[in-house]
């Protein structure tokens, strides 16, 4: 220090603060040696930080295991003076960090207050402790058991069968969907999803997205068998899109005559045969009327990711998509490939197919329930100006299932009764 202070060629080190008694004092240099330096002027001292900014310190616990379990009590910031001082945390902030780490060992969290839990979920998720192995679907459930639709309303898997294949008991532990979107994830009729949707977990989803999913009409069957004998299941589906499914054909769309609550469908793309029989059976039995013009509904601009948990889903995303990076190795071949003039792999996101070709396609076979309060006003207004219909047939589409079993004879309703023995079989199964 005393050398510093005799040279000539130090640099001007700026105030001297001192505290004392609470207070903070400048300190003037009346040093001689400081004293004589200072008469030539000298440039500015280069601050490591500028005035005004301000940080938060972290303790690296990754090297030592017996500093892992310790909290820092601490919170270390620069002043506008570029000083270091000094905060203690809130007991709240140290025993909501405490919990965080170890909320996988909770019994339960029923009953507790929705604005403590949601700061809880907050701080776990920022220690991303949810995509821990084990520990993060232990965790998870404590809060969808808890808390439900508020932990998430709304799920977005479009596209993202990796996501589903790594994190599958996470997706399962989610409760009071209202809206699932499952499209270009080539789940197939035996994916254990499929047979989850059926459960009386999800009986709350309204809006089913399934486009592109390799489905037959064994997975539809399966799919409505709940439904079509217990009531139960999705029973309550107002949305569902099945198009770009072309192992679908009549007899499977048969099986949706089940959903009775249904305000729009969506089977473009599909293998149907007859199309026009297959349209005056949905309007008979369902009451929904072919719409000439693509709906709204069916765009996937409604369904995203919503709640809590909105952000676990891409962490998630983001750990499968790194898991699924080729090694390193591989860059020298692919300058080489540059170097020899040939075509590059481009890495690009598996797409739809079907739907793209679907698109272009001027026939869309989707339906909608007039004065339905799920469907877009202002594009079923010009769906009715562009095709107007008779209104026999229409108040004929409508009228109420129970007035319509009143109408219809005995047989007809022993019809309904009777199974089939592969229905008996499925719904053993379960």
Same mark, same amino acid.
């Given at each position: 220090?005393?050398?510093?202070?005799?040279?000539?060629?130090?640099?001007?080190?700026?105030?001297?603060?001192?505290?004392?008694?609470?207070?903070?004092?400048?300190?003037?240099? !009346?040093?001689? =040696?400081?004293?004589?330096?200072?008469?030539?002027?000298?440039?500015?001292?280069?601050?490591?930080?500028?005035?005004?900014?301000?940080?938060?310190?972290?303790?690296?616990?990754?090297?030592?295991? !017996?500093? +892992?379990?310790?909290?820092?009590?601490?919170?270390?910031?620069?002043?506008?003076?570029?000083?270091?001082?000094?905060?203690? @945390?809130?007991?709240?902030?140290?025993?909501?960090?405490? %919990?965080?780490?170890?909320?996988?060992?909770?019994?339960?969290?029923?009953?507790?207050?929705?604005?403590?839990? $949601?700061?809880?979920? #907050?701080?776990?998720?920022?220690?991303?402790?949810?995509? $821990?192995?084990?520990? =993060?679907?232990?965790?998870?459930?404590?809060?969808?058991?808890?808390?439900?639709?508020?932990?998430?309303?709304?799920?977005?898997?479009?596209?993202?069968?990796?996501? %589903? #294949?790594?994190?599958?008991?996470? %997706? +399962?532990?989610?409760?009071? /969907?209202?809206?699932?979107?499952?499209?270009?994830?080539?789940?197939?009729?035996?994916?254990?999803?499929?047979?989850?949707?059926?459960?009386?977990? /999800?009986?709350?989803?309204?809006?089913?997205? /399934? @486009?592109?999913?390799?489905?037959?009409?064994?997975?539809?069957?399966?799919?409505?068998?709940?439904?079509?004998?217990?009531?139960? =299941?999705?029973?309550?589906?107002?949305? /569902?899109?099945?198009?770009?499914?072309?192992?679908?054909?009549?007899?499977?769309?048969?099986?949706?005559?089940?959903?009775? @609550?249904?305000?729009?469908?969506? %089977?473009s793309g599909t293998g149907l045969k007859d199309v026009n029989t297959i349209k005056h059976k949905i309007q008979t039995h369902i009451g929904l009327v072919h719409s000439k013009v693509p709906l709204k509904e069916f765009d996937h601009s409604n369904c995203k990711t919503e709640g809590w948990a909105d952000q676990i889903v891409l962490q998630w995303e983001r750990l499968t998509a790194e898991a699924g990076k080729p090694p390193e190795a591989s860059e020298p071949r692919r300058a080489?490939?540059?170097?020899?003039?040939?075509?590059?792999?481009?890495?690009?996101?598996?797409?739809?197919?079907?739907?793209?070709?679907?698109?272009?396609?001027?026939?869309?076979?989707?339906?909608?329930?007039?004065? !339905?309060?799920?469907?877009?006003?202002?594009?079923?207004?010009?769906?009715?100006?562009?095709?107007?219909?008779?209104?026999?047939? @229409? +108040?004929?589409?409508?009228?109420?299932? $129970?007035?319509?079993?009143?109408?219809?004879?005995?047989?007809?309703?022993?019809?309904?009764?009777?199974? !089939?023995?592969?229905?008996?079989?499925?719904?053993?199964?379960?």
């Amino acid at each position: 220090m005393s050398y510093y202070l005799n040279s000539e060629n130090h640099l001007d080190p700026g105030p001297i603060y001192v505290r004392e008694n609470g207070q903070l004092h400048m300190v003037n240099l !009346a040093l001689d =040696g400081v004293r004589s330096g200072l008469q030539k002027p000298r440039p500015r001292p280069f601050r490591l930080f500028p005035k005004g900014f301000s940080v938060e310190l972290c303790m690296n616990r990754e090297d030592d295991t !017996a500093q +892992k379990e310790k909290t820092d009590h601490f919170i270390f910031t620069y002043t506008r003076e570029g000083n270091l001082r000094y905060s203690a @945390k809130s007991l709240f902030s140290l025993v909501l960090g405490f %919990i965080s780490d170890n909320v996988d060992h909770i019994d339960s969290l029923i009953g507790f207050p929705e604005q403590i839990a $949601e700061k809880l979920f #907050s701080a776990a998720e920022a220690r991303q402790k949810f995509t $821990e192995p084990g520990a =993060g679907l232990r965790a998870l459930q404590k809060f969808t058991e808890a808390y439900g639709s508020l932990v998430l309303c709304s799920l977005c898997l479009r596209n993202r069968y990796l996501v %589903i #294949s790594e994190k599958l008991e996470e %997706i +399962k532990s989610f409760r009071e /969907l209202t809206c699932l979107d499952l499209s270009c994830c080539k789940l197939g009729d035996e994916h254990e999803l499929l047979e989850h949707l059926t459960n009386e977990a /999800l009986s709350s989803v309204t809006q089913l997205h /399934l @486009k592109d999913n390799c489905l037959s009409d064994a997975g539809v069957r399966k799919m409505t068998a709940p439904v079509r004998v217990m009531k139960r =299941g999705l029973e309550n589906l107002t949305l /569902l899109d099945l198009s770009c499914n072309p192992e679908i054909t009549d007899a499977g769309i048969g099986y949706l005559f089940s959903f009775r @609550k249904l305000n729009c469908l969506d %089977i473009s793309g599909t293998g149907l045969k007859d199309v026009n029989t297959i349209k005056h059976k949905i309007q008979t039995h369902i009451g929904l009327v072919h719409s000439k013009v693509p709906l709204k509904e069916f765009d996937h601009s409604n369904c995203k990711t919503e709640g809590w948990a909105d952000q676990i889903v891409l962490q998630w995303e983001r750990l499968t998509a790194e898991a699924g990076k080729p090694p390193e190795a591989s860059e020298p071949r692919r300058a080489a490939q540059r170097f020899y003039s040939r075509r590059t792999r481009t890495e690009t996101p598996v797409q739809c197919p079907l739907a793209d070709t679907h698109t272009n396609s001027s026939e869309k076979l989707q339906f909608y329930r007039e004065n !339905a309060p799920d469907c877009q006003g202002p594009l079923l207004k010009r769906e009715t100006a562009l095709c107007p219909e008779s209104k026999t047939s @229409k +108040k004929r589409a409508f009228e109420d299932p $129970e007035q319509e079993q009143s109408h219809s004879s005995q047989p007809a309703k022993q019809k309904c009764v009777c199974l !089939a023995v592969e229905d008996w079989d499925l719904l053993n199964s379960y």
